[in-house]
């Protein structure tokens, strides 16, 4: 079960941090870059083999040190099929290096439309009567704009695969509040919203205190998210928007519950990209320090 594992790691790595993988390739160090253009060209190709090797230099510093990466899709779909089969190669060798893996795709869609995202990302696709796993994330962030029977098939397929959701709930950046603030009945989307995922999540077993239906809540809007953490005390948090979106690190308490579980807090150019690491030969030393320096300070925060 997809919370389960992602507890577990926490409390062994005692880190509550997520790495974003969101590979800028201009900021990819010039010696990888160069390397990848000399086997292949200036093509989609030497883009692609540039950002999986300089993947694979990440997830070896920071495996030690947090529990969970996050690629976004759109940065290795720009590519095309050379940047999608490299955001495979990331799921994998994440894996194999004790990661899980929550693909940051924002899928959602009709009936069978969400049951194909489900499966390719979640679940197993049936080839030729036999079922294999396409990209094999443990878990895949959601849009729920389409309603709720545009959820049930992602909400299905974790139950049967033990895979995660995290729901866009309460984005981070300023212009969710154009929807996601809206009232209906009383209550905001996001309100809304955060009854309907702990409706699902009461299906769950009570014997494990989350459930695999998490929520996207950014870290830019702290005081909703008291609100909604009492909404979905069953949800694992998802926290973008710390550093370069403008959240608080002293604000995070409110995402988590009094022993410091249910949220992972996301850093992707902070740790990934640092402003110090740029053209630095020991930029893998900082990019190390940075996520043990967020988590440390995530720690003194929540514990």
Do not use: W
Request: aromatic letters at 8%; glycine letters at 10%.
């Amino acid at each position: 079960m997809f919370s389960k594992k992602l507890t577990t790691a926490i409390l062994q790595k005692n880190s509550r941090v997520c790495v974003g993988l969101d590979p800028r390739l201009e900021l990819i160090p010039e010696k990888i870059k160069q390397q990848a253009i000399k086997k292949h060209g200036k093509t989609f190709q030497a883009a692609a083999e540039a950002i999986r090797v300089f993947n694979r230099q990440v997830i070896d510093v920071v495996a030690p040190h947090v529990p969970i990466i996050k690629p976004q899709l759109a940065f290795y779909e720009q590519y095309g099929s050379a940047g999608v089969a490299t955001f495979e190669d990331t799921v994998a060798y994440a894996h194999d290096n004790g990661l899980l893996v929550i693909a940051d795709a924002k899928r959602g869609d009709i009936g069978s439309t969400s049951q194909a995202y489900a499966n390719a990302f979640l679940g197993k696709t049936n080839i030729f009567e036999e079922e294999k796993a396409a990209f094999n994330a443990d878990a895949l962030t959601i849009n729920p704009f389409l309603g709720e029977d545009s959820l049930l098939p992602f909400i299905d397929t974790c139950q049967k695969y033990g895979k995660g959701i995290f729901v866009l709930v309460k984005t981070s950046n300023i212009g969710g509040k154009d929807i996601q603030d809206l009232e209906v009945d009383g209550k905001t989307v996001s309100e809304k919203l955060a009854g309907m995922l702990n409706k699902h999540a009461g299906n769950y077993s009570s014997d494990e205190k989350y459930t695999n239906i998490g929520a996207v809540v950014g870290a830019t809007f702290p005081e909703q998210a008291k609100g909604l953490r009492e909404l979905m005390p069953r949800s694992i948090f998802l926290v973008p928007g710390i550093g370069a979106q403008g959240g608080d690190l002293n604000s995070l308490a409110v995402f988590f519950d009094p022993e410091g579980l249910g949220a992972i807090i996301n850093s992707s150019r902070g740790i990934v990209f640092p402003k110090e690491a740029q053209g630095q030969d020991n930029y893998l030393e900082i990019i190390e320090g940075k996520a043990k320096e967020l988590k440390e300070q995530i720690n003194e925060v929540v514990l």
